[in-house]
């Protein structure tokens, strides 16, 4: 069964240059939130989490699968959760990312059923240099592989059986945060054969044809090691050879994951990345091998099934990992955020800078309402597809506050604005943030909070821009209903707009004006 009623579009290939997702022929944009990881394993304790979510105006649910609870006897598959996940959540109205908690959650196997766990010959670790097997299942084990694969094809299989003319589910995560920490790479026996081997020449001519776009610690090792097209992982890249060994291996598992699920029941499939926290971080003290960016395009050679890699930004430098993960071959998708109310922002941020196809705070069990992401959430859902396809199209452009007095720039329809924040941070409710929408004639949308906006004419001939109208109001059913006409202070005499301390939506036009004819004649 192949997934033509879900398409993720990447950058590449639409021609405003964003990710793009497309759901039954509709532009649509995923507005979910994350459970916390234990929330899925009692369908009763999960309604009142879900019942938040539909509170927040959320139209996804992202909720774990669980290995041990799934095959917790090898070869019998248990689907009781995963039938009433499903069943709540299309009940609610509500669309599912599931996430694969199988021989990987960040970094470490603790999902993996007791009699994986228990039987380490038969199921081996990663190791460490001492040779002391760690928490993590070795990526090297086909037996790991085969059981891992088998329960993930189980579970895909299911979904396919009840939900396949039915849509609620859309997307899956093949495991959770891959790659192995404390160490930099896998020493067990398997592993260190691999080690020894020639670099795939697949690979190889990937990252030669890709050259361009390496990150600049995988290439400046290759380059430091001759740039050598064959040889060992440690004769090609030197210092950096552990990370790329492991993300190479980790992917490729992936990779043969994503296929026995999608053989199964093709739904798009995705890998979520725990995030290098900053310079001077060494792999292990991330898990490595995972999907950072430092080693994409390992990733990208090695697991061609997977639709997109997925950070999880719990990072203060939210725009800096944003832009990061937006590649031309990669929407922008974020699975997991921390939950405060900045969230509010974040997906503001995400939505009209990058085009993000999806955003969702983790532990979302704990979210006390109100909560700014509601409204937030409220409103760009009412706005509906053409928000989406102005995201895609790039006639939106983002804006968040990571510190206080900040400004930006940004040309669209002729006009040059000029946003910038009107709060320090530690006086915001929600940090100063902004979607603005270009609607085509000079007229705009930007909704936000604590950004002041003024503009100029792009055209250096023309002598300034003013506000036609400006009216405050909100979305329904696609349609923008003026609540508020605003003039005078409000709109600082026709020279700005203001996105106050609450969620402020404002549609305004823009007229730029030249010298008359008596000025030009005096000039
Ligand atoms: C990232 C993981 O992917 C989640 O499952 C969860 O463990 C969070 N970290 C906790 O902050």
Known sequence: MSHDWIKIIPPAQTAGGRGKLVIEGRPSILLGGQTNNSSGSNLEYIQPVLDGLVSLNSNLAILPLYWDLVEAVEGRFDFTLLEGIVESCR????????????????????????????????????????????????????????????????????????????????????????????????????????????????????????????????????????????????????????????????????????????????????????????????????????????????????????????????????????????????????????????????????????????????????????HPLADVYAALREMGPPLAEAAAQGRTAGFLQQADDESWMVELDGFRLRPRTSRKLAECAVPGSALLVSLGGGVFLAMGYNIIFTSEPTDGSLVAAEILESDEGRYASGEFLATRRLNGDESCHGTGVVLHDRLTLCRFRLHAYGRSDSAARKA
Request: with cysteine.
């Open 91 to 370: 009940s609610r109205g509500l669309h599912l990312v599931f996430l694969w908690f199988g021989a990987m959650k960040n970094a470490i196997s603790c999902y993996a059923p007791a009699w994986v766990k228990t039987d380490l010959k038969r199921f081996p670790r990663a190791e460490g240099e001492a040779g002391k097997p760690s928490w993590t299942l070795s990526m090297f084990s086909p037996a790991v592989l085969a059981a891992d694969a088998r329960a993930f094809a189980a579970v895909m299989r299911r979904i396919g059986q009840i939900d396949a003319d039915r849509h609620t589910v859309l997307m899956v995560q093949v495991e959770n945060e891959t790659g192995v920490l404390s160490i930099a790479r896998d020493r067990s026996a398997a592993a260190e054969a691999a080690f020894a081997q020639a670099v795939p020449a697949e690979l190889m001519s990937h990252l030669a044809r890709r050259r361009d776009r390496l990150s600049a610690p995988i290439r400046d090792a290759w380059d430091a090691a001759g740039a050598r097209m064959q040889g060992t992982w440690a004769e090609v890249f030197a210092g950096e050879a552990d990370e790329v060994f492991m993300a190479w291996h980790v992917a490729r598992y992936v990779e043969q994951m994503a296929r026995a699920g999608k053989a199964e029941y093709d739904l798009p499939m995705y890998a979520n990345a725990w995030l290098i926290a900053g310079p001077g971080y060494k792999p292990g003290q991330y898990p490595s091998g995972g999907p950072v960016t430092k080693v994409y395009e390992i990733w990208r050679a090695a697991a061609p099934s997977i639709a997109l890699l997925a950070p999880d930004i719990y990072q203060p430098d939210f725009r800096h990992h944003a832009a990061d993960y937006a590649r031309e071959d990669n929407p922008l998708f974020v699975p997991e955020t921390n939950a405060t109310p900045a969230a509010a922002a974040k997906c503001l941020y995400a939505i009209g800078q990058h085009g993000a196809i999806g955003f969702a705070p983790f532990g979302i069990d704990a979210m006390k309402a109100p």
